[in-house]
């Protein structure tokens, strides 16, 4: 393994604020995820710094006793990048740019800055330049005072550097080029969608790093990239998966994620348009993750806004080998019993215990319930299968009235 001070990583800040919105535990949490995504990005969080406000400050986001606060911070440590957790205006940027003396962005160039990393096809490269060059258009004037003295790192990679040396007009026209490209692209996705023929269309959908593609992978039997980073998958990967002799197609598709850009749903909507047309979704649930029923609400939010929602779906929730929950000391008589203290026996008594048949618990990386998933994997496509060719019933037999089968 390689140690953390052998890399040169990026010192970073992060800034998050407490509002009536916006609750201490919850500003903690959005931090705690802001803080892998900038470790994913490939920076290293010296400090947190959080402030509690009615509304965010019009110029400088937060207050300008804590700006002062984390200006003092940023000079003392030689801090390279302040990431915000929530999306800064472009005077709010240039503001605190002006003040800071180094790099600031916030979340969503943050999460657009991961994408340019992960983007791996050309396709998927040209929906990360688009959405950055969205963003990037109202920020130019008086951007980059200080970014020009510290070219790359987080926030620089795709247009980033270029941008600040470019005009409106231009970005303007480059943004016309990547929307005509894409819409070529899009149209030559559909075909190939539509070419796939009659096979039952499987989406594997949930939040960033809850094992997708792991599941991919030990599903279709194929090698899609899997990493514990947010965002490890970006391309749409779509394979044909054969369980006992039923035919379908499984896609993963890439992670949501909570405040996703507007931007990345506008540029990726053909990698979304796989879910719109999927004909069963997976959604894939981290359960060892402690705030696994907000990143639920997330997806089911996004689901929503693609007009997805309502599709059959099975709940799948995966990494039951790192569920540990939180212990309550015998002689402690103050903590209260929450949902945290559940058992995986009691969880499941819970509000899942409604969803019915379509819950499974599971260890992708195990291997753990993967015979049962398979079952109900079939058992859901074989429905809807036979809901469209009533005539092939007696082809796809219930799945434990095979025997001797190979799957």
Same mark, same amino acid.
Request: with cysteine; hydrophobic share 35%; aromatic share 8%.
């Given at each position: 393994?390689?140690?953390?001070?052998?890399?040169?990583?990026?010192?970073?800040?992060?800034?998050?604020?407490?509002?009536?919105?916006?609750?201490?535990?919850?500003?903690?949490?959005?931090?705690?995820?802001?803080?892998?995504?900038?470790?994913?990005?490939?920076?290293?969080?010296?400090?947190?710094?959080?402030?509690?406000?009615?509304?965010?400050?019009?110029?400088?986001?937060?207050?300008?006793?804590?700006?002062?606060?984390?200006?003092?911070?940023?000079?003392?440590?030689?801090?390279?990048?302040?990431?915000?957790?929530?999306?800064?205006?472009?005077?709010?940027?240039?503001?605190?740019?002006?003040?800071?003396?180094?790099? +600031?962005?916030?979340?969503?160039?943050?999460?657009?800055?991961?994408?340019?990393?992960?983007?791996?096809?050309?396709?998927?490269?040209?929906?990360?330049?688009?959405?950055?060059?969205?963003?990037?258009?109202?920020?130019?004037?008086?951007?980059?005072?200080?970014?020009?003295?510290?070219?790359?790192?987080?926030?620089?990679?795709?247009?980033?550097?270029?941008?600040?040396?470019?005009?409106?007009?231009?970005?303007?026209?480059?943004?016309?080029?990547?929307?005509?490209?894409?819409?070529?692209?899009?149209?030559?996705?559909?075909?190939?969608?539509?070419?796939?023929?009659?096979?039952?269309?499987?989406?594997? +959908?949930?939040?960033?790093?809850?094992?997708?593609?792991?599941?991919?992978?030990?599903?279709?039997?194929?090698?899609?990239?899997?990493?514990?980073?947010?965002?490890?998958?970006?391309?749409?990967?779509?394979?044909?998966?054969?369980?006992?002799?039923?035919?379908?197609?499984?896609?993963?598709?890439?992670?949501?994620?909570?405040?996703?850009?507007?931007?990345?749903?506008?540029?990726?909507?053909?990698?979304?348009?796989?879910?719109?047309?999927?004909?069963?979704?997976?959604?894939?649930?981290?359960?060892?993750?402690?705030?696994?029923?907000?990143?639920?609400?997330? +997806?089911?939010?996004?689901?929503?806004?693609?007009?997805?929602?309502?599709?059959?779906?099975?709940?799948?929730?995966?990494?039951?080998?790192?569920?540990?929950?939180?212990?309550?000391?015998?002689?402690?008589?103050?903590?209260?019993?929450?949902?945290?203290?559940?058992?995986?026996?009691?969880?499941?008594?819970?509000?899942?215990?409604?969803?019915?048949?379509?819950?499974?618990?599971?260890?992708?990386?195990?291997?753990?319930?993967?015979?049962?998933?398979?079952?109900?994997?079939?058992?859901? +496509?074989?429905?809807?299968?036979?809901?469209?060719?009533?005539?092939?019933?007696?082809?796809?037999?219930?799945?434990?009235?095979?025997?001797?089968?190979?799957?």
């Amino acid at each position: 393994m390689i140690e953390e001070d052998k890399i040169k990583y990026e010192k970073t800040v992060l800034i998050g604020v407490i509002t009536q919105f916006q609750t201490e535990e919850k500003s903690d949490e959005y931090l705690e995820e802001l803080e892998f995504l900038t470790y994913t990005a490939g920076g290293r969080v010296l400090k947190r710094f959080t402030q509690k406000i009615e509304a965010p400050h019009p110029k400088t986001f937060i207050g300008t006793g804590k700006i002062e606060e984390v200006r003092k911070y940023v000079r003392e440590h030689e801090i390279d990048t302040a990431i915000f957790d929530d999306e800064l205006s472009p005077a709010q940027q240039r503001n605190i740019e002006k003040i800071l003396e180094c790099k +600031v962005i916030d979340r969503t160039y943050l999460i657009l800055d991961i994408f340019a990393q992960r983007a791996q096809t050309s396709y998927a490269r040209t929906q990360v330049e688009l959405a950055q060059y969205e963003y990037l258009l109202p920020r130019l004037a008086g951007v980059g005072i200080h970014l020009e003295q510290q070219r790359g790192g987080i926030g620089m990679r795709g247009p980033g550097e270029r941008a600040i040396e470019t005009d409106r007009r231009t970005v303007r026209d480059r943004i016309t080029n990547l929307k005509r490209k894409l819409e070529s692209i899009d149209k030559q996705m559909a075909v190939q969608r539509g070419n796939r023929g009659s096979m039952v269309r499987v989406a594997l +959908v949930g939040y960033t790093n809850v094992g997708k593609s792991t599941l991919m992978n030990l599903i279709s039997k194929s090698e899609v990239f899997a990493e514990n980073k947010l965002f490890a998958t970006l391309d749409t990967t779509v394979r044909k998966v054969v369980i006992r002799n039923l035919p379908f197609l499984l896609t993963d598709t890439v992670g949501f994620i909570r405040k996703l850009p507007t931007q990345l749903i506008e540029s990726f909507k053909s990698t979304l348009d796989e879910v719109r047309e999927a004909d069963l979704l997976v959604h894939v649930v981290d359960i060892s993750h402690p705030n696994f029923e907000d990143q639920i609400h997330a +997806v089911n939010n996004i689901l929503q806004e693609i007009e997805s929602r309502d599709k059959p779906t099975l709940m799948i929730f995966n990494k039951i080998d790192l569920y540990k929950p939180e212990e309550i000391e015998e002689d402690d008589l103050i903590t209260e019993r929450t949902s945290s203290h559940y058992t995986l026996e009691e969880w499941k008594k819970t509000w899942m215990n409604r969803i019915g048949k379509d819950v499974l618990f599971i260890s992708a990386a195990k291997e753990e319930n993967i015979e049962e998933f398979r079952k109900k994997l079939y058992e859901a +496509v074989r429905e809807i299968h036979v809901q469209r060719y009533p005539y092939n019933d007696f082809l796809y037999p219930e799945y434990d009235e095979f025997t001797d089968m190979d799957s």
